[in-house]
């Protein structure tokens, strides 16, 4: 029998164990603490990004960008049509319909030519795409700079699902890092793995802070939060 090669089984590296550990000796079961903001560092200087926020998911990395760019019920977000479902739904958790954008044969992403042609043909409609979800699908970078620049030209903001594309790079730059916002997946099949995780980057911090505002609860720094035992 053929020795069978899994597709994305986790890969322990040897220190994992440890630091489960360390975070039980120091009781930092919290949900954040020096660990995640190590991670969120590591993970800003390995994606050469200036603000991260790491998260439950990439699904809900998505979500988050989304809100902060203002999708509501009615509006249209386009996406590439070749990708994973979670690209998509947290389009329709706003309330928003996808527009879906066909693949080029080169890199089997978004074809910045269909692009273009989409955003003109919503735009006579009188319904300008609110953002660009673009994926870089199996950690294959996508033509970027034709896709940005489409969408600088109309001025729609890019999201940039790299869920798959940890590591990867176009031009020198790491996917994820050329949108106003990106963001990767750090589900048991990814790249890297927390078995359950993700993360929000941009350069922009209002939009990092904002996000990370939003995925705690949405608590102020009143003292209103302080429970009294
Ligand atoms: C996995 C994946 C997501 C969602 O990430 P989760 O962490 O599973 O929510 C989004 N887009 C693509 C392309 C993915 O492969």
């Known amino acids: 029998m053929q ?3 899994w597709l994305a089984s986790p890969h322990m590296g040897g220190s994992e164990q440890k630091y489960v550990k360390e975070a039980f000796d120091t009781n930092w079961i919290a949900p954040l603490g020096p660990n995640v903001d190590a991670f969120e560092k590591a993970l800003a200087l390995y994606n050469e990004v200036d603000h991260t926020a790491a998260l439950s998911s990439g699904t809900a990395a998505l979500h988050l960008a ?16 070749f990708t994973f479902a979670a690209s998509v739904n947290p ?33 006579s409609k009188g319904k300008k795409p609110k953002a660009i979800i673009l994926v870089h699908l199996y950690g294959m970078p996508a033509k970027i700079d034709q896709i940005m620049s489409v969408a600088v030209r109309y001025k729609i903001p890019v999201i940039e699902d790299a869920a798959e594309a940890m590591g ?29 995780g993700g993360a929000l980057v941009s350069n922009d911090e209002w939009l990092i802070s904002r996000s990370r505002f939003l995925a705690t609860q949405a608590r102020e720094c009143a003292p209103h939060y302080e429970s009294m035992k």
């Open 3 to 5: 020795k069978k090669i």
């Open 66 to 81: 989304l809100i902060m760019l203002g999708v509501e019920t009615g509006d249209e977000v386009i996406v590439s049509s």
């Open 91 to 123: 389009i329709t958790y706003q309330g928003a319909t996808p527009i879906l954008i066909d693949s080029e044969p080169d890199t089997w992403n978004m074809c910045p030519k269909q692009l273009e042609r989409a955003i003109i043909d919503r735009i």
């Open 168 to 196: 990867s790079r176009f031009r020198g730059r790491p996917t994820g890092t050329f949108g106003l916002m990106g963001f990767y997946s750090f589900n048991g099949n990814k790249i890297i793995t927390t078995s359950g």
